[in-house]
């Protein structure tokens, strides 16, 4: 049997200034949580992005991102490299990934630069679906589903909920321990190979103060069970 190790996937979620790139909305929030294995290394990536137009009503009441603070941040193209650097070719890990992924993809298109492809992505909102059918599957619900802990999250905010989603994510796989192998152990293959040290079992048996303690104990029961077996034989 072949073990995969190190399998690196990166959460990801994005705001925008509104719900279509097409009609001129951007993106103006990236954040990314790196999995080793499916779990949270510590490694994340964020930014905010200065989209060049304001900020629809609806966007500014859910994320609570201002036109003030986004108007001194960079603009897409010049964060574009590092965001690509820090995603690499790792799977995407998005919930409702055709929003951002549209998205990135129409910034990324507007630089000439490669395009994510939508098949690559793994859609946690496609997941939970599969798992619990007819239940409200926003990012909440599912937090509220698996008690995970929102308490810090007021608004949203693109790496507070990629560290939220891949809680998330963990859950929906089935919870934290994703496989049987650490590092270093795989190359010593005793686990699989059966190279076990034999012990010889060990003995204990019970003092003789024991003995009598256990006595005196069995003694002061009052009509114990197995009376009813010893009066039957």
């Given at each position: 049997?072949?073990?995969?190790?190190?399998?690196?996937e990166i959460v990801l979620d994005t705001e925008t200034t509104g719900l279509s790139f097409e009609q001129g909305d951007r993106v103006v929030d990236i954040g990314c949580v790196e999995l080793i294995n499916h779990v949270p290394t510590?490694?994340?990536?964020?930014?905010?992005?200065?989209?060049?137009?304001?900020?629809?009503?609806?966007s500014l009441e859910i994320t609570g991102i201002t036109n003030e603070f986004l108007s001194d941040k960079p603009v897409f193209s010049e964060?574009?490299?590092?965001?690509?650097?820090?995603?690499?070719?790792?799977?995407?890990?998005?919930h409702n990934a055709k929003f951002d992924i549209d998205f990135l993809n129409g910034e990324l298109g507007l630089l000439g630069k490669p395009l994510f492809n939508l098949d690559d992505a793994i859609d946690t909102l496609?997941?939970?679906?599969k798992k619990f059918p007819g239940s409200a599957l926003s990012l909440d619900a599912l937090?509220?589903?698996?008690?995970?802990?929102?308490?810090?999250?007021?608004?949203?905010?693109?790496?507070?909920?990629?560290?939220l989603l891949a809680e998330v994510?963990?859950?929906?796989?089935?919870?934290?321990?994703?496989?049987?192998?650490?590092?270093?152990?795989?190359?010593?293959?005793?686990?699989?190979?059966?190279?076990?040290?034999?012990?010889?079992?060990?003995y204990f048996?019970?003092?003789?103060?024991?003995i009598k303690v256990h006595?005196?104990?069995?003694?002061?029961?009052?009509?114990?069970?197995?009376?009813i077996f010893l009066e039957k034989e």
């Amino acid at each position: 049997m072949t073990f995969q190790k190190n399998i690196r996937e990166i959460v990801l979620d994005t705001e925008t200034t509104g719900l279509s790139f097409e009609q001129g909305d951007r993106v103006v929030d990236i954040g990314c949580v790196e999995l080793i294995n499916h779990v949270p290394t510590g490694k994340t990536y964020h930014v905010y992005i200065n989209p060049e137009r304001l900020m629809s009503a609806e966007s500014l009441e859910i994320t609570g991102i201002t036109n003030e603070f986004l108007s001194d941040k960079p603009v897409f193209s010049e964060i574009v490299d590092d965001f690509l650097d820090f995603v690499q070719d790792s799977p995407l890990v998005i919930h409702n990934a055709k929003f951002d992924i549209d998205f990135l993809n129409g910034e990324l298109g507007l630089l000439g630069k490669p395009l994510f492809n939508l098949d690559d992505a793994i859609d946690t909102l496609d997941i939970a679906r599969k798992k619990f059918p007819g239940s409200a599957l926003s990012l909440d619900a599912l937090c509220r589903r698996f008690n995970i802990d929102t308490s810090i999250r007021s608004l949203h905010g693109a790496l507070v909920d990629c560290q939220l989603l891949a809680e998330v994510y963990i859950n929906l796989l089935g919870g934290r321990q994703g496989g049987l192998f650490f590092d270093g152990i795989e190359e010593k293959g005793d686990y699989r190979k059966g190279n076990r040290k034999f012990h010889n079992p060990r003995y204990f048996p019970p003092s003789e103060e024991e003995i009598k303690v256990h006595s005196l104990f069995l003694q002061s029961l009052k009509n114990p069970k197995w009376n009813i077996f010893l009066e039957k034989e």
